[in-house]
């Protein structure tokens, strides 16, 4: 059975980005890690060094719509593989099954429609530009997921990896979901929720 290992992140929707942006800032004490104001997505973490994002601000609230997602962290790739089966056999919604090139994540929905993450950190690109999604095949060899990113082009640095470190590389794409996959059949929700990523 697999297992999660506790809450990685929440994202909310806002009414104003800039106000909240600034609040959890200031007055909370977290740190922005990345960000894209023109989509209206901020990602923010009270511990940057280990954790990309702990908390995202998305724009866009409305009666109704708060809790973007509820994301929970597994240990281990194996888990998310093992997570998508278990998901599978019993008939749980899977939206969609992604890399975010710091993470692979299956996105599925809970009983009243919430939608869920569970992910596993991709240690060795922790700090790729977000907002980044691409689907990703679980059938695939671990070391092919944890590097299909890398197929697309190179970003700019992320707003963290440029305050931490001017010595590392990373790579961005705002490419849209790709819906031709069989486990993206609910891809739409998901690129809904996430805002339009490919400016296409």
Not at 76 to 102: M, T
Not at 137 to 144: F, G, H, V
Request: hydrophobic residues 35%; contains cysteine; proline residues 6%.
């Amino acid at each position: 059975m697999p297992k999660v290992t506790g809450l990685g992140h929440v994202g909310i929707h806002v009414t104003d980005l800039q106000r909240s942006r600034e609040f959890y800032r200031d007055m909370v004490g977290l740190t922005i890690t990345d960000e894209d104001l023109e989509r209206g997505m901020v990602f923010m973490s009270a511990r940057p060094e280990e954790e990309h994002h702990e908390f995202v601000l998305m724009r866009g609230r409305e009666e109704g719509k708060i809790v973007q997602q509820i994301s929970f962290h597994c240990a281990s790739l194996a888990d998310v593989k093992a997570y998508h089966r278990l998901f599978l056999e019993h008939q749980v919604p899977i939206r969609s099954v992604v890399s975010h090139g710091n993470a692979i994540s299956i996105y599925f929905a809970d009983p009243d429609g919430n939608q869920v993450e569970v992910y596993y950190t991709n240690p060795a690109y922790l700090n790729w530009r977000q907002p980044f999604i691409m689907p990703v095949d679980l059938s695939q060899p671990d070391e092919a997921i944890l590097n299909a990113h890398l197929a697309k082009k190179r970003p700019e640095c992320s707003r963290r990896l440029t305050q931490i470190s001017t010595d590392l590389e990373i790579e961005r794409s705002l490419n849209g979901v790709d819906e031709s996959e069989p486990v993206m059949n609910s891809s739409k929700q998901l690129a809904s929720t996430l805002t339009d990523l490919d400016p296409n």
